[in-house]
């Protein structure tokens, strides 16, 4: 009996706590429908058209604008040295002496042998004018002034290989004989010394595919260094390589004009930036209305107080900015922030 009772009232209790619970509910509902509002605050930005800039900054090495290595066209004992490393030296000055009196010798014989070889080609025309000497004895004549002549100019080009020249105007950064070395020529030529030039330099390196069709010969990039933090070089583009590596890069070639005060020396690096102008102006918004990822993206757009999302064909980056291909429409108000506690057709208000 008594447990029956004790059922009763426990019974009566649920009762009586699932009715206040129902009770209450409806009362938060109805001051929720009467003047409590769940409100989502969102920030917007109009779509607008905007000119484009792509930048890209990039590593590249420093190069001469030449790079020769200076060899011995001709064997023999160094009997000068006119040249040490760091000098300057102007197109065809000599940097060496080799021993010239054998070559001096073959040239005198040479010249002797042209000289006799060529007055005997013109008293024979003489004689020939005049009927005393054949058809024959002309021919003979030249051809000996020709062989003569060929004889002296090796001659003479073998005295001057005596004297090793640089064929370019430039700084001496090594020299590898001295004073009573001995230095062969053709077809194991001696290496004598290496000249740069560096009136201009040439920065390389290799881009990625895409942005290798961006770029364009002629088109002006900033060089900075870490040897001159506070000095901004212009340069232009030179090349753009027309095939790539198996990396899929292609090859960049700059020219930069050197400056006496901040002179820059090959085998540095440098910071390239590219910057290239997209023709015509395109719809832009900024990259932070993007929900997901720029493989599917999308925005919300407000309409008349609600968030509708919706997706969009996104193309090149500048900045902070996102070029938008197709989806969105001039003027057309994306929210670019707040968005991450939105859902599709939800009731915002936009923060001034």
């Known amino acids: 009996m008594k447990k029956g ?30 003047g409590i509002k769940d409100v989502y605050y969102v920030t917007v930005q109009k779509a607008l058209n905007k000119n484009l800039s792509e930048s890209l900054t990039m590593v590249g ?4 604008n030449n790079d020769v ?18 000098d300057y030296k102007q197109a065809g000055s000599v940097l060496f002496q080799v021993d010239d009196e054998l070559k001096k010798a073959a040239l005198m014989s040479a010249e002797a042998n042209y000289e006799k070889a060529k007055k005997d080609y013109e008293r024979t025309q003489a004689l020939f004018q005049q009927k005393s ?37 430039g700084f001496i950064t090594s020299r590898t004989i001295d004073l009573g070395s001995m230095v062969q020529g053709a077809p194991q030529a001696t290496l004598v010394a290496n000249v740069v030039d560096i009136s201009r330099v040439k920065v390389k390196l290799n881009v990625a595919e895409t942005d290798a069709f961006i770029l364009k010969a002629g088109d002006q ?64 918004i900024p990259r932070a209305a993007l929900v997901g990822s720029v493989k ?4 919300f757009v407000v309409e008349n107080g609600i968030a509708k999302l919706r997706s969009i064909t996104v193309g090149s980056e500048s900045g902070l900015d996102i070029q938008v ?12 922030s ?13 923060l001034k």
């Open 133 to 169: 000497a054949t058809d024959a004895q002309l021919d003979m004549a030249k051809l000996g002034s020709a062989m003569a002549e060929a004889q002296y100019i090796v001659a003479k080009r073998q005295m001057a290989d005596t004297k090793i020249k640089t064929p370019i105007s």
């Open 69 to 86: 290595n200076i060899v011995s066209e001709t064997a023999g004992k160094v009997t000068a040295v006119y040249a040490k490393v760091g």
């Open 5 to 34: 009772k004790l059922i009763i009232s426990v019974v009566a209790v649920l009762v009586v706590i699932v009715a206040i619970l129902v009770m209450n509910k409806k009362k938060m509902a109805s001051y929720t429908a009467g």
């Open 296 to 299: 599917a993206p999308q925005v």
């Open 221 to 284: 990039v900033s060089v900075a260094t870490d040897v001159y933090p506070q000095a901004i070089f212009t340069g232009r583009i030179e090349s753009v390589g027309s095939k790539g590596d198996d990396a899929h890069t292609f090859p960049v070639e700059i020219s930069i004009a050197n400056e006496a005060k901040h002179q820059l020396k090959a085998g540095k690096f440098a910071r390239i930036s590219f910057t290239s102008k997209k023709s015509g102006e395109s719809i832009v």
């Open 338 to 350: 707040g968005q991450n506690n939105i859902v599709d057709n939800i009731k915002v208000e936009i």
């Open 325 to 336: 291909l197709n989806g969105l429409s001039l003027g057309e108000e994306v929210v670019v």
């Open 61 to 64: 090495t420093i190069y001469a």
